[in-house]
């Protein structure tokens, strides 16, 4: 089963703007990862951030956690055609290793 | 460093018929996770090993799956009786006990059962 959602399930923005998707999930966590995943490919790790922490960065990425809401946010700023792909919010599901998914959010950037 | 690997990319097979998939993860990680993910939704959790120990097995797994890590480090998940449900790709990915959390992923092998 899959841990929590995400929002939208499809977003599609125009080149240079900022977007925006959200993430919940169900259970005590010790961090939080984000995943993108391009047409037909393996996943790519993009951030961790820890249930301490309440935000983070990395280049054009910037995340959010709030472990009272059960909620993430990722934002990508001034967005290229090359991030158009899935992303993936991934949870440690209560400290365990395996991780457990959201089911995705859809990214289309229009050139 | 070559990434985590698997073989076939691609498998057509029929009904009934077994099928084994192979993953090479990074050299040096000693930890290795089998994901499967269908069309429109997020990877879902089969099992993961620790060297050559099979530490957690999801219910997904069922009696027809059966994964391997016998030296500790390649893998193999061989599916018996192949059924029309488990059309899906299948992920590998590994990690390093003593490195964080993230895991690296293969660029999976896509089942699809006639």
């Known amino acids: 089963s899959q841990q929590g959602e995400e929002d939208p399930q499809a977003l599609s923005i125009q080149e240079g703007e900022n977007a925006t998707m959200n993430c919940s999930y169900k259970?005590?966590?010790?961090?939080l990862q984000w995943y993108r995943q391009n047409s037909g490919r393996g996943l790519v790790h993009l951030i961790l951030?820890?249930?301490?922490?309440r935000e983070k960065h990395s280049g054009r990425l910037r995340v959010t956690l709030d472990t009272s809401k059960k909620s993430s946010s990722l934002l990508i700023t001034a967005s290229r055609a090359a991030d158009t792909a899935s992303y993936f919010c991934a949870t440690d599901d209560q400290g365990a290793q395996k991780l457990v998914f959201g089911q995705g959010t859809r990214l289309t950037i229009n050139p | 460093d070559t990434g985590v690997s698997q073989d076939p990319r691609h498998k057509i097979t029929k009904r009934g018929q077994n099928v084994t998939f192979r993953c090479d993860p990074i050299s040096e990680h000693n930890r290795l996770y089998w994901y499967r993910q269908t069309l429109g939704q997020g990877p879902e959790f089969l099992t993961y090993?620790?060297?050559?120990?099979?530490?957690?097995k999801s219910r997904l797994l069922s009696d027809r799956f059966s994964a391997e890590r016998p030296k500790g480090s390649f893998s193999t998940l061989e599916i018996q009786r192949t059924e029309q449900g488990d059309s899906a790709m299948y992920l590998c990915?590994?990690?390093?006990?003593?490195?964080?959390?993230?895991?690296?992923f293969g660029p999976g092998t896509r089942l699809t059962v006639t």
């Open positions: 259970t005590s966590i010790n961090n």
């Open positions: 090993f620790q060297n050559e120990a099979q530490l957690e």
């Open positions: 990915a590994s990690s390093y006990l003593e490195g964080g959390e993230e895991q690296y």
């Open positions: 951030i820890r249930s301490n922490e």
